[in-house]
């Protein structure tokens, strides 16, 4: 008997006799199922904390030691140390180098897939303008400030303007913003390409595809009505991944970039940093036009040096955690002794088994980069392969993880180091940093990203980075 037939057969007073008949009431059934459901969670909680680990192909690897919390693990530890100080600790006694195997699952690689013209080389030259147009707005905004107090030079929080800035600039170059406007900046991309089909039996995707971040994800919409007639359903996003992609380029498409920044300007206000302040300012200053090329920027040597030196001493992720989707075993750069006393020349992973992966140790290795690996020292890019074991590394940028690497690594890499330039060049042509005097205690505080804060009155603390702007009178 189908369905709708049985249907039709049972009368709303059956159902009231049924449920008047039933010996529990409405309480205690809902009392038994919400007790199976934590009962359920509870017991998935203590099998992947107290079974799981005894079974882990992990267990027998070297580690920190015994557990500082019996639920917790090692996490109470990294929560309350600052960034990496934890993983320095431990890395200190092991030091081996992963070459990282990385899976990929199928949805981020049709999303990838999808994405990646928005990101290729010429589309990030084009999007020059966008870039020169804010850092110039930002420029001025600062020298505004320094002229208004008439004075040689004035404290600024250059994060929160630096953070404007790159915030304006992803907005602009993605044409992207929160997903109630992303909604309708959707629904007004597809009208708009639907009219543009309208007097055609069907129309191709070269005939529709904008270059900017809304084009592709708009275009990647499943649309019936003649849109784009020769798109795969497999290159196609649905709304709700549409709409992630927009927080996702807003997130990790701005913070990033002026938290970076933030920190190099930090850098180079110091005192033992003037020179290569002042050594930047002078090569920025010998291009003539006052908004050179993609290409112009990258041939400048000495900033590119500053911009590769400033991602690897201060990445924006301090680290990064991967799931091995498949049993793995992972060859190390040299061997180790595990818990068992045995020498082992790679590590065993299971699958569903998630790595911590400690950027900034990486990025700082002292057996990769040399002693100085603490340093702000740009020459390092210039004198040649001072650092052979860097191409260990399998970053996806300059032999470092910044932008991690692999099939998941930053999509965004190349918009990050372009905006980057441009807003240097713009910057320090026209305005030196120094430290203020008195220079406030500066701690790093990793709230996903590595943020610089400072210690407030009441115990608080708030993210600020005050320097000292002064204006630099072109020679």
Not at 174 to 187: D, E, F, H, I
């Amino acid at each position: 008997m189908s369905a709708s037939k049985l249907t039709d057969r049972i009368s709303l007073e059956t159902i009231q006799e049924i449920a008047d008949r039933f010996p529990y009431g409405k309480w205690q059934v809902a009392g038994v199922a919400t007790g199976s459901y934590l009962a359920y969670k509870l017991a998935r909680f203590l099998k992947m904390w107290l079974v799981d680990p005894q079974f882990s192909p992990l267990k027998d690897a070297p580690g920190p030691g015994s557990d500082d919390h019996i639920l917790l693990g090692q996490f109470q530890k990294i929560f309350n140390s600052p960034p990496s100080s934890a993983y320095e600790e431990w890395t200190a006694t092991s030091s081996s180098i992963l070459i990282t195997i990385v899976y990929i699952g199928g949805e981020h690689k049709r999303q990838r897939k999808i994405l990646n013209p928005c990101f290729g080389p010429g589309h990030i030259r084009e999007l020059t303008p966008i870039f020169y147009d804010k850092a110039f707005e930002l420029r001025d905004i600062l020298l505004r400030q320094i002229e208004e107090e008439k004075l040689e030079s004035k404290e600024i929080d250059v994060f929160v303007w630096l953070a404007r800035a790159t915030l304006d600039i992803i907005g602009l170059a993605g044409k992207a913003v929160m997903a109630r406007v992303g909604g309708r900046l959707l629904q007004e991309k597809r009208a708009a390409v639907l009219a543009a089909a309208s007097s055609a039996d069907g129309v191709e995707k070269e005939s529709v595809a904008g270059k900017d971040l809304l084009s592709v994800l708009a275009l990647s919409k499943k649309v019936k009505a003649n849109m784009a007639t020769d798109i795969k359903d497999s290159e196609r996003m649905n709304d709700v991944e549409v709409i992630g992609q927009i927080y996702t380029m807003l997130i990790a498409g701005h913070e990033t970039t002026s938290t970076t920044l933030t920190w190099l300007l930090y850098d180079l206000a110091h005192p033992k940093n003037q020179r290569v302040q002042a050594k930047l300012r002078e090569e920025l200053r010998s291009v003539t036009s006052n908004r050179p090329t993609a290409d112009e920027l990258n041939a400048l040597p000495y900033l590119d040096a500053v911009v590769r030196e400033a991602l690897r001493l201060n990445s924006a992720l301090d680290t990064t955690a991967r799931c091995a989707g498949k049993d793995a075993s992972i060859p190390v750069s040299k061997p180790y002794i595990d818990k068992n006393g045995v020498e082992r020349t790679e590590i065993s992973i299971g699958a569903g088994e998630e790595i911590i992966i400690p950027i900034t140790v990486i990025n700082r290795d002292k057996e990769i980069w040399g002693e100085d690996a603490d340093e702000l020292k740009p020459e390092r890019w210039l004198e040649g392969n001072t650092h052979p074991r860097s191409s260990e590394i399998p970053g996806v940028f300059s032999s470092m993880l910044t932008f991690l690497g692999g099939p998941r690594s930053c999509i965004g890499y190349r918009f990050a180091l372009l905006e980057m330039k441009v807003l240097i060049f713009a910057l320090l042509r026209d305005i030196s940093v120094e430290l203020p005097d008195p220079a406030p205690e500066i701690e790093k505080k990793s709230f996903i990203i590595t943020r610089p804060s400072i210690k407030q009155a009441d115990g608080s603390m708030k993210s600020l980075m005050p320097l000292r702007l002064k204006a630099v009178c072109p020679e």
